[in-house]
Nanobody
Framework: QLQASGGGLVQPGGSLRLSCVAS????????IGWFRQAPGKEREGVSC????????YYADSVKGRFTISRDNTRNTVYLQMNSLKFDDTAVYYC???????????????WGQGTQVTVSS
């Protein structure tokens, strides 16, 4: 089971750190992806991190503002989000899978989502 948390209401330019904690299994060697879904839009990939060599990917829309990291000792993956914009408003989901990929279909385990709202 994955549990995403850390969402909330933040002003434009603000920051949030999302956490994704696994229970019942270890995240070691799993690729972890962060996805988001805004109202009326399809779910999209935001960032992902490899479970083997630490490689990471960022969507162009968040590159330079978001940072993904993992702490295997805490069985947790983080998404640090800085310089938040209105367009970042969405429900954010974390997911785990065996393959480092930006494709939703590559991820077998999903958290419940955490709401991020950027508003003035």
């Amino acid at each position: 089971q994955l549990q995403a948390s850390g969402g909330g209401l933040v002003q434009p330019g603000g920051s949030l750190r999302l956490s994704c904690v696994a229970s019942g299994f270890t995240l070691d060697y799993y690729a972890i992806g962060w996805f988001r879904q805004a109202p009326g839009k399809e779910r999209e990939g935001v960032s992902c991190i490899s479970g083997t060599d630490g490689s990471s990917y960022y969507a162009d829309s968040v590159k330079g503002r978001f940072t993904i990291s993992r702490d295997n000792t805490r069985n947790t993956v983080y998404l640090q989000m800085n310089s938040l914009k209105f367009d970042d408003t969405a429900v954010y989901y974390c997911a785990a899978g065996p393959v480092y990929s930006t494709q939703i279909s590559s991820y077998a385990y999903w958290g419940q989502g955490t709401q991020v709202t950027v508003s003035s």
